[in-house]
């Protein structure tokens, strides 16, 4: 159980064009998503935090109109890239809390790498 | 604020060898959770460990143990007779606990590249 898929697994786009990742629960109702960003050999940093039904939560230094965020049911959540550039190429990672789950559980998805040309 | 150090940033041994990965964390929460997870080259996260801070026992589990230190904040990650399956990137992480108000955000260490030679 606790299963988290990511749509696409990768994604290659043009400059100047939007791309949308979904990160979605298969197996169970999230009240709270993650999305992570991870630049090659660096850590995981946390964009935003979104909870289903309002509007998310974004960490200070992320542009809220370039990284749209969407979490519009308890099972799916996007995060759209806005008028990407090469330097938005990056490893997109996804997780979430379980609804009346311990909430230092957290499940990631698989990832999503962009890259922007 | 919180934050996770992993000073090591890549380490290479050779097949059969222990090799233990540090990890070193502040924060002003009494309660709180630490994390361990692998990344291999694929990408995706697998979740190796979770510790609470009110749980200072030791574990093991196969060929891996974990050593939560809270006088020295640290919970290091020690791999025994490691495999060259054992190759990736490791991963020290810290969450907020439930009484700090905000999301129970999980803060990520810069990770630790292991390279397990054969």
């Known amino acids: 159980g606790a299963v988290v898929s990511q749509h696409p697994s990768w994604v290659i786009c043009k400059s100047g064009t939007s791309v949308k990742i979904e990160c979605r629960s298969l197996d169970f109702q999230a009240t709270t998503m993650f999305w992570y960003r991870q630049f090659p050999k660096q850590s995981l940093m946390l964009m935003a935090t979104?909870?289903?039904?309002?509007?998310?939560?974004?960490e200070q230094g992320v542009e809220k109109d370039k990284f749209l965020i969407n979490h519009a049911s308890l099972t799916l959540s996007t995060l759209t890239v806005t008028s990407a550039h090469p330097e938005d190429s990056s490893f997109y990672i996804c997780?979430?809390?379980?609804?009346?789950?311990?909430?230092?559980?957290?499940?990631f998805g698989p990832g999503t790498r962009l890259t922007v040309t | 604020a919180q934050k996770v150090t992993q000073a090591q940033t890549e380490i290479s041994v050779v097949e059969k060898e222990d090799v233990t990965l540090d990890c070193v964390y502040e924060t002003r929460d009494t309660t709180y959770y630490l994390f361990w997870y692998k990344q291999p080259p694929s990408g995706e996260l697998v979740f190796l460990i979770r510790r609470n801070s009110f749980d200072e026992q030791n574990e093991i589990s196969g060929r891996y143990s974990w050593n939560f230190q809270k006088s020295t904040s640290s919970f290091n990650f020690t791999i025994t007779a490691s495999q060259v399956v054992d190759s990736a990137v490791y991963f020290c992480?810290?969450?907020?606990?439930?009484?700090?108000?905000?999301?129970?955000?999980?803060?990520f260490g810069t990770g630790t590249k292991l390279q397990v030679i054969p």
């Open positions: 992480a810290l969450s907020e606990g439930p009484y700090s108000g905000g999301y129970q955000k999980v803060t």
């Open positions: 997780s979430a809390r379980e609804r009346g789950g311990p909430a230092y559980e957290q499940y």
């Open positions: 979104s909870n289903e039904g309002s509007k998310a939560t974004y």
